[in-house]
């Protein structure tokens, strides 16, 4: 049963049909949109309380096509759009906490983002594979690859592992490569007794025949949020243009990890001392080349 724009507001990320149309203020931006294979509509960040019947209550309308991701965003009165061929997506990643969702496409001229309430999770996820089933479907993993037994997932700190868990329950494959939890390093020349240590997020390593997967606990967005967050991230083998395993300078025995895609670079940091899961990213390196 349809219900006014106003009447259905709260955080949900609808699906467009017949019950959630397109809000007015985008309606004269898309055209077709029963062309579209997914098309959704994200609201506003503010509460319930707040909205009133004269106000535009969302933020972004996502949809994919045959070929095309497009995103129109809210700017005041007027919406600006962005369209990022299927072809060229590098890469998606999922960040939640609490309630606070980050969707990121990756694409060969940079990155897009939006934000969304985690209580639609479900339709983001929709999205992500959506996009990850538009990756080559042959097998890309590069030659040379390692093929070792990697380390037991009942290792894995339990944050990271419910994440295994919960990527199993979606049917993603995946064998785990490396582990680094959640861990501490202090800055370089810091060594005060008053000085608090940084934390940095714990991550796992993952990949299949198709793309490079990154399970971290996840990457904050804020400094110390890493403990109360998740992140998924998959890279297509494809766009993975380069690894680099470099000593940090400003963290002391902190070693950072960089992998290149054509539009920009995803970092992740582990202690030096964790030596099995260097052996594995030095390896990729050498077999990873543009």
């Not at 479907?137 to 919960?166: F, S």
């Not at 002391?252 to 920009?264: N, S, T």
Request: include cysteine; hydrophobic fraction near 35%; aromatic fraction near 10%.
């Amino acid at each position: 049963m349809r219900v006014s724009e106003y009447d259905a507001f709260g955080p949900w990320v609808y699906m467009i049909d017949e019950d959630h149309p397109l809000p007015s203020l985008f309606a004269p931006c898309v055209e077709n949109p029963e062309a579209y294979r997914m098309l959704f509509k994200i609201p506003r960040n503010i509460e319930r309380r707040k909205a009133t019947p004269d106000m535009d209550l969302y933020d972004h309308v996502v949809g994919v096509d045959a070929d095309t991701i497009r995103i129109w965003s809210r700017k005041e009165k007027s919406v600006e759009s962005v369209a990022i061929p299927l072809r060229e997506v590098t890469g998606v990643r999922l960040y939640q906490r609490f309630l606070q969702g980050i969707c990121t496409v990756y694409s060969q001229t940079g990155q897009t983002s939006v934000g969304y309430n985690t209580a639609s999770s479900e339709v983001l996820w929709q999205f992500l594979e959506l996009l990850r089933a538009e990756y080559p479907a042959e097998a890309t993993a590069p030659a040379g690859l390692p093929e070792g037994a990697g380390p037991r997932e009942e290792t894995a700190e339990i944050w990271l592992y419910n994440q295994m868990r919960d990527l199993r329950e979606r049917g993603i494959a995946f064998h785990l490569d490396a582990c680094q939890p959640c861990w501490s390093a202090v800055k370089t020349g810091r060594h005060f007794p008053w000085t608090k240590p940084e934390e940095f997020a714990g991550t796992l390593y993952l990949h299949n025949e198709r793309e490079f997967l990154l399970l971290r606990s996840g990457k904050p967005e804020k400094k110390g949020e890493q403990k109360y967050s998740a992140e998924f991230t998959s890279v297509p083998w494809t766009a993975l243009r380069g690894v680099s395993v470099t000593e940090s300078t400003d963290y002391e025995d902190c070693v950072l990890v960089d992998f290149q895609l054509p539009g920009g670079t995803l970092r992740t940091e582990l202690p030096s001392a964790n030596l099995d899961a260097l052996r594995f990213l030095k390896e990729l390196a050498s077999c990873v080349h543009p």
